[in-house]
């Protein structure tokens, strides 16, 4: 990807080094870390909810719901950051043009006008409009995969640890980041 990237031409002109450097850590954060984020924060979702690990097996049907539901719960983006590009007022905040604002997606996923019981981890909660993967224009283009390779894991996950897991005993370290949430490590007891 990398080298087509190197390659590629728009107008007969090639990508500026800050261009390629801007694709590339898109590639990395948005392609990887928040896909293993998901993941992770979904095994994190039904530890603490062991029920729905039981519910799971015996409908794996579930399984899209379940990862919606993690990214609500516990969004891999807890913020993103937008430029004002002229003069607005939201909330009746006044901000001016050219303002930095940070949308708090974590919070705005747990607002209980719009996600009832917003405390509760709910496998089949209707309507999920969680901000997880953005909104209008702004929405992940990596989407379709990440939700595919979420999907994948968790299925194997059920297909191979037919027992009880659970997350080890002893305190996990979280991400050391502004934007993502997640853990350093995950690990797992398992009992057939």
């Known amino acids: 990807m990398v080298s087509a990237l190197l390659r590629a031409e728009v107008d007969g002109e090639r990508l500026s080094n800050e261009e390629l450097l801007g694709f590339c850590v898109l590639l990395l954060v948005a392609g990887n870390e928040t896909t293993t984020n998901l993941i992770g924060n979904a095994i994190l979702c039904l530890d603490e909810y ?37 003069e607005t007022t939201i909330g009746g905040q006044r901000i001016e043009a050219g303002k930095l604002l940070f949308a708090w997606i974590a919070s705005a996923n747990r607002d209980e006008a719009q996600f009832p019981d917003a405390s509760q981890f709910t496998i089949e909660r209707e309507p999920n409009r969680h901000l997880g993967f953005g909104r209008g224009i702004h929405f992940c283009l990596g989407t379709p995969l990440a939700r595919l390779e979420a999907k994948i894991a968790l299925n194997a996950m059920l297909d191979r640890l037919p027992g009880s897991w659970r997350v080890s005993d002893g305190p996990l370290t979280p991400l050391k980041s502004m934007s993502t949430f997640g853990v350093k490590q995950l690990p797992l007891t398992w009992e057939k």
């Not at 891999?76 to 002229?86: A, D, E, F, N």
């Open 50 to 86: 062991p029920e729905a690990v039981e519910r799971l097996r015996a409908n794996r049907d579930l399984v899209p719901g379940v990862l919606e539901e993690a990214l609500r719960y516990y969004s891999p983006l807890k913020l993103t950051i937008r430029g004002t590009t002229t």
